[in-house]
Antibody, heavy 118, light 111 residues
Framework: QLQLQESGPGLVKPSETLSLTCSVS??????????WVWIRQPPGKGLEWIGS???????YYNPSLKSQVTISVDTSKNQFSLKLSSVTAADTALYSC??????????WGQGILVTVSS | QSVLTQPPSASGTPGQRVTISCSGS????????VNWYQQLPGTAPKVLIY???QRPSGVPDRFSGSKSGTSASLAISGLQSEDEADYYC????????????FGGGTKLTVL
């Protein structure tokens, strides 16, 4: 069973880059057919898909965030990461990583709250 | 960007059957499969239904999913107090080079 754990700073300044890492256990991040996914949930609001990356390395991004987002995989560490540039207060949210055979995510980490504030 | 439409709230009493709808369009539900997620307060989302009507192991058969045309539904029978949660549908959308969209979520209250 996949287990995922998010890590990174809980506070980011406006205009800076938010960087998070998701550590994967229970299977290889290189396993064929897997997608690795990031979603977020602003306080009191619904779920928003940020992007997914396929095991072959092809990323798919939310069109509304595409200019800010980079998702990449580090096979040597069995991790994948999220970078979101030029953040504003609107990017304050609980960020969760997920994975599985669905591009929408099957298993999820507990999430990490990231606040954008000076 | 496309949107999946869900009712903001639903409710039922213990033992009842409740249905939550998810309305989309040809480019998402009409062309691709639907997942349903349950989010208990303060926790990460959990997949309840994948590929329209498939239950992961461990999900009770009280939960079922269906799809018809550009709409999907999640049904919960034998409602229990622990089912009180937020429920989200999600689907791949073929527009704009492809992307995932979530419904706005439905808060289920067990009266």
């Amino acid at each position: 069973q996949l287990q995922l754990q998010e890590s990174g700073p809980g506070l980011v300044k406006p205009s800076e880059t938010l960087s998070l890492t998701c550590s994967v256990s229970g299977d290889s991040i290189s396993r064929s057919g897997y997608y690795w996914v990031w979603i977020r949930q602003p306080p009191g609001k619904g779920l928003e898909w940020i992007g997914s990356i396929y095991s072959s390395g092809n990323p798919y991004y939310n069109p509304s965030l595409k200019s800010q987002v980079t998702i990449s995989v580090d096979t040597s560490k069995n991790q994948f990461s999220l970078k979101l540039s030029s953040v504003t207060a609107a990017d304050t949210a609980l960020y969760s990583c997920g994975g599985g055979f669905s591009v929408m995510g099957d298993s999820w980490g507990q999430g990490i709250l990231v606040t954008v504030s000076s | 960007q496309s949107v999946l439409t869900q009712p903001p709230s639903a409710s039922g009493t213990p033992g009842q059957r409740v249905t939550i709808s998810c309305s989309g369009s040809r480019s998402n539900i009409g062309s691709n499969t639907v997942n349903w997620y349950q989010q208990l307060p303060g926790t990460a989302p959990k997949v309840l239904i994948y590929s329209n009507n498939q239950r992961p192991s461990g999900v009770p058969d009280r939960f079922s999913g269906s799809k018809s045309g550009t709409s999907a539904s999640l049904a919960i029978s034998g409602l229990q107090s622990e089912d009180e949660a937020d429920y989200y549908c999600a689907a791949w959308d073929d527009s704009l080079n492809g992307h995932v969209i979530f419904g706005g979520g439905t808060k289920l209250t067990v009266l």
